[in-house]
């Protein structure tokens, strides 16, 4: 309940009406507030560190906590296990950039397949019409020396 505000009941009422909860006095200092205080007040907790959003002392903090902090941070840094993970995120990026290297030559290779493949279509066409240009001479000539050997 707020310091300063009143609560005042309502004597006992025996009319015939029905029963009204009791009104709390509308002061100044009175008011209808929840249970938790307003968000720009809330403390929040951010990487194990409270800070607190607002208020008269809200932007205060102790250079002892910042300090602490940062000496966790330097012993978090030598941790054999943390160690070890920032090591697996390393390959882990390393091996990404051959995969990413390996997936470029390979869109290359087959670029240059297709492109081979093209040139090869073109000779088989042009040999295809080389080819039936010299059947079309082969069928004059052979008409040509139809009339030969009549004589014999």
Do not use: C, W
């Amino acid at each position: 309940m707020p310091l300063f505000s009143a609560y005042h009941e309502e004597p006992p009422r025996t009319s015939n009406t029905f029963d009204q909860p009791p009104q709390r006095s509308r002061s100044i200092f009175s008011r209808n507030r929840s249970n938790s205080p307003p968000a720009s007040n809330r403390s929040s907790v951010t990487n194990g560190s409270s800070t607190r959003n607002g208020g008269l002392f809200g932007s205060l903090r102790s250079r002892s906590s910042d300090s602490s902090i940062e000496q966790t941070k330097r012993n978090m840094s030598r941790d054999p296990t943390i160690a070890a993970a920032r090591m697996k995120v390393a390959d882990a990026e390393a091996a990404e950039r051959a995969a990413d290297k390996a997936l470029v030559e390979a869109r290359s290779a087959v670029k240059s397949a297709r492109e081979h493949i093209k040139v090869l279509e073109n000779e088989v066409l042009e040999d295809a019409r080389r080819a039936k240009a010299k059947q079309a001479e082969a069928k004059n000539v052979s008409k040509s020396a139809k009339g030969l050997g009549r004589h014999g």
